[in-house]
């Protein structure tokens, strides 16, 4: 549990990456509480990936730093900073000549443990997956049931935050709300602290607690949906925001 005193979840102070001549991430700073559900959305090639692949470590800033629960994720340990940091990323990668149990297992058994089949029942239930599917292989799911073993895996090692790259961009519609439910009930149920990249600006609305919107390496809002959709945020996110306004605007039109 955490009290007043905690540190938050993450913060990045003046964090800054820059490839080449593109500013990638221009010193950001900002703290994200323990327990919320926080969006980062933004055009492409805005710097959502690279903000969320500095928390992991699978970018490493200029400067600035980035502290995980107080810690600076440099000189964190590195196997303590991987089971407290579950990533999902589009395309989940998951090992074609594994089993899903293995897959799901893989974080545990690199260091050493190994998950129970009860653990690998319950986390794939976790995702609305009979355990019948931990003996298949990754050939035999359908892209959508992948993306759940995608979070399955991520969640194996009892994360207290969760890193989401597009997790649902490959996904149908239908799947993809289904799944987006799931993750945001599982984020509530395991007191997870979640970020999520997306380009979908309803997904965030829907989902997050708190909107992020960068623009060329900034964060040029950081709102909460209800004020988003209120009219605050300044001109690129009302931008976004107009997408799925103007959308549900067309939808309610065809139907009058
Ligand atoms: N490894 C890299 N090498 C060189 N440039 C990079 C690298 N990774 C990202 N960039 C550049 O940094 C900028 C930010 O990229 P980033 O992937 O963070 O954006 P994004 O908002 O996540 O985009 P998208 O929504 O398209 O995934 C872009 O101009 C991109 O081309």
Same mark, same amino acid.
Request: hydrophobic share 40%; aromatic share 8%; no cysteine.
């Given at each position: 549990m955490t009290d007043a005193s905690s540190p938050p979840a993450l913060s990045f102070r003046e964090t800054r990456k820059i490839f080449a001549d593109v !500013? $990638? !991430?221009?010193s950001i700073s900002l703290d994200i509480a323990d327990h919320s559900f926080v969006a980062l959305v933004g055009q492409?090639?805005?710097?959502k990936s690279t903000l969320l692949k500095t928390i992991n470590r699978l970018v490493e800033p200029d400067s600035g730093s980035v502290l995980l629960e107080g810690e600076d994720v440099r000189t964190a340990f590195a196997p303590e900073l991987r089971r407290k940091i579950g990533y999902v990323f589009q395309g989940?990668?998951?090992?074609? *000549?594994?089993?899903v149990a293995e897959n799901i297992g893989i974080g545990p058994r690199i260091a050493g443990a190994k998950l129970p089949s009860g653990r690998i029942a319950e986390l794939l239930e976790g995702v609305?997956?009979? @355990?019948?599917?931990?003996?298949?292989?990754? *050939? @035999?799911?359908s892209g959508g049931q992948r993306q759940r073993i995608g979070v399955a895996r991520a969640l194996a090692a009892d994360p207290h935050v969760l890193l989401m790259d597009e997790?649902?961009? $490959?996904?149908?519609p239908i799947t993809r709300d289904a799944l987006g439910n799931r993750v945001r009930a599982l984020h509530e149920r395991l007191g997870l602290t979640t970020v999520m990249v997306t380009h979908d600006m309803a997904e965030a609305l829907l989902l997050a607690d708190r909107v992020l919107v960068m623009d060329s390496g900034n964060i040029v809002a950081d709102n909460t949906p209800k004020e988003l959709l209120a009219g605050e945020g300044g001109d690129i996110a009302q931008g976004l925001v107009s997408v799925p306004r103007d959308q549900a605007k067309a939808l309610a039109a065809l139907a009058s």
């Open positions: !500013v $990638a !991430v221009d492409s090639g805005s710097g989940i990668g998951l090992f074609p *000549h594994l089993s609305d997956l009979d @355990e019948s599917y931990a003996s298949r292989m990754p *050939h @035999e799911l997790p649902f961009g $490959a996904l149908d």
